[in-house]
Nanobody, 115 residues
Framework: QVQLVESGGGLVQPGGSLRLSCLFS????????MGWYRQAPGKERDWVAG???????NYADSVKGRFTISRDTAKNTVYLQMNSLKPEDTAVYYC?????????WGQGTQVTVSS
């Protein structure tokens, strides 16, 4: 059973940076496509960024050029480096793992961008 544990969220000023981490366990990490989603209060959960099992990345237009997703197979961890943060980036950020029909979620980590 796949388990995902996010960390690294917090309060940051506009223009600041944060790096989120997602520790994967319970299966073979290198086989899974990984992604980050976010959900702001009163809104739907939106896709933010994804990375395939072979390292190809893709981003939502709203974060392109500011966020970077990466994975470290040795550490079973996927990261989301977030730079030039804006108040509209405030949300709970969720890690996602997909392999075929299998889809797992973490519990989320809060990111608040405010002065």
């Amino acid at each position: 059973q796949v388990q995902l544990v996010e960390s690294g969220g917090g309060l940051v000023q506009p223009g600041g940076s944060l790096r989120l981490s997602c520790l994967f366990s319970g299966s073979i990490f290198r086989l899974y496509a990984m992604g980050w989603y976010r959900q702001a209060p009163g809104k739907e959960r939106d896709w933010v960024a994804g990375i395939t099992s072979d390292g190809r990345t893709n981003y939502a237009d709203s974060v392109k050029g500011r966020f970077t997703i990466s994975r470290d197979t040795a550490k079973n961890t996927v990261y989301l480096q977030m730079n030039s943060l804006k108040p509209e980036d405030t949300a709970v950020y969720y890690c996602n793992a997909v392999l075929g029909a299998w889809n797992s979620w973490g519990q989320g980590t809060q990111v608040t961008v405010s002065s």
